[in-house]
């Protein structure tokens, strides 16, 4: 009790809450929690070809098949901030997922994403390597998903929509 005492005493003194000492450490594991949950995700996704790669490609498939789309992953780099065609399509594509109930996350870090999905970033047969700006996880009704990352990152984007954060943000990091 009187540990209790000194600490409300000690941030009344400096002026903080007792959620604004503990808020920052909950939420940056929290995010850590998410980061990973994402990854194992989209590599779970990919071994069971539940994955589309690509803005277009992403685009055909949401037009064709809205409701085996799970979760809509567009990322970005701060080189890609002043690309307005790419900005155009996410506005596009994040107006698409909000009006048919698909989670949507914006994330930095293409290269960690190429880096945890494989992909040659420069191919040495001269081939352009995939559009990463876009990533869609299906779940489709025959044979669906089986990744218990999947309800982590669900969980995440509803909490997100409850704080009226529509479009969540996760920065990806390279390891």
């Known amino acids: 009790m009187i540990f209790t005492l000194d600490l409300v005493d000690y941030l009344s003194d400096v002026n903080m809450t007792l959620e604004e000492v503990i808020a920052p450490n909950c939420s940056e594991k929290r995010m850590e929690t998410v980061r990973a949950a994402l990854e194992k995700l989209l590599v779970a996704a990919q071994r069971q070809n539940c994955l589309t790669v690509g803005v277009y490609e992403s685009a ?5 098949d809205p409701d085996s789309v799970v979760l809509c992953v567009l990322a970005t780099d701060e080189e890609d901030e002043d690309d307005i065609a790419l900005q155009i399509h996410f506005t596009l594509l994040q107006a698409f ?10 994330v930095s870090g293409v290269r960690r ?19 990463l700006h876009c990533i869609l996880v299906t779940n489709p009704p025959v044979q669906p998903l089986q990744c218990p990352a999947l309800q982590d ?3 995440f984007c509803d909490e997100s929509r409850c704080r009226n954060q529509w479009v969540p943000y996760v920065a990806l990091q390279d390891r």
């Not at 055909?60 to 064709?64: C, D, E």
């Open 153 to 155: 990152v669900s969980s």
């Open 97 to 106: 997922c909000c009006d048919n109930d698909i989670n949507i996350m914006r």
């Open 113 to 131: 994403l190429a880096h945890v999905l494989e992909e040659d970033t420069e191919d040495s047969n001269g081939n352009e390597p995939r559009d």
């Open 60 to 64: 055909k498939l949401m037009n064709v």
